[in-house]
């Protein structure tokens, strides 16, 4: 039995799918059907049944899963450990963040780390989802969380304001006290007035349409859509953006840094660390939304 086996195993466990599954593994559909189905003509069980849903244990994939998952678990924290060992400022450091921190926020600080540390190579995973640090999904997470799960390291960057953002002639060309004139940019499940938008200043307005990247909403609202409720740093430098009164910037996230507690050592994810949390702390009054 190899670890390619089990990695593919678990990643059909956990997708359903043939094709979740090659996603996960970076490798084709028919590679991971042929794979598995090689595997259990090895093993002499059937571990999945191939349904039209997708694909199901068997009692014999039942009992792999338990032992492949204490293997996983087994072989990271090995390699965690090692990584933790590591004292050069060279190598990879794979981070993930949402598109908007990168985009409008870090990139002139992440550029320049590349400069000053020429040997070290980021590889920046943009996405909203969070990414498992203990299987080294990624090395460190830059995140809008309320509370970091308590196996990660790290601290608090900063807090982060919203306020209604839209357009000058959206303001002048639509009456903001009546909802048929009017709509919020929406973003998360589809409802006319989620929670959001009864929290707001205008809990009158109908949220259309879903737009769940904040660079989705922030071109939405320059192209005169709506009304979106963007995070300050990303409105208020925005030329084409006027905040709607009263103008008020409410904080909705906390913006963190976090690592495994395993790579505590690992000197160049300690410098990366310790880099964007001197650069945060020049934005604290954009992401608070202070107006100057």
Known sequence: MGWDDVRLFLALVRAGSVRGAAQQARVSHSTVARRVEAFETRLGVKLFDRLPTGYVLTAAGEDLLGVAENIENELDAVQRRLVGQDKRLAGVIRVTMADVI???????????????????????VITYEPLDLTRREADVA?????????????????????????????????????????????????????????????????????????LLQLEAARCGMGIAKLPCFIGDPDP?????????????????????????????????????????????????????
Do not use: C
């Open 102 to 124: 990168a985009t409008h926020l870090l990139m002139p600080n992440l550029t320049e780390f590349q400069e000053i540390y020429p040997n070290i190579e980021l590889e920046v």
């Open 240 to 292: 084409r953006l006027i905040r709607l009164p009263p103008g008020e910037a409410r904080p909705d996230y906390d913006l963190w840094l976090l690592r495994h507690r395993d790579t505590r050592s690992t000197a160049r994810l300690r410098v990366f660390s310790e880099f964007i949390a001197d650069a945060v702390s020049n934005y604290r009054s954009l992401l608070e939304g202070a107006l100057a």
């Open 142 to 214: 830059i995140r809008f969380i309320k509370s970091p799960p308590d196996h990660l390291i790290g601290h608090k960057l900063a807090s982060v304001a919203s306020a209604a953002y839209t357009t000058q002639d959206y303001v002048k060309q639509h009456d903001l006290l009546d909802p048929t004139s009017v709509s919020w940019i929406g973003f998360g499940p589809p409802s006319p007035f989620p929670k959001w938008v009864k929290q707001s200043d205008y809990p009158h307005v109908p949220a259309r349409g879903t737009f769940d990247s904040m």
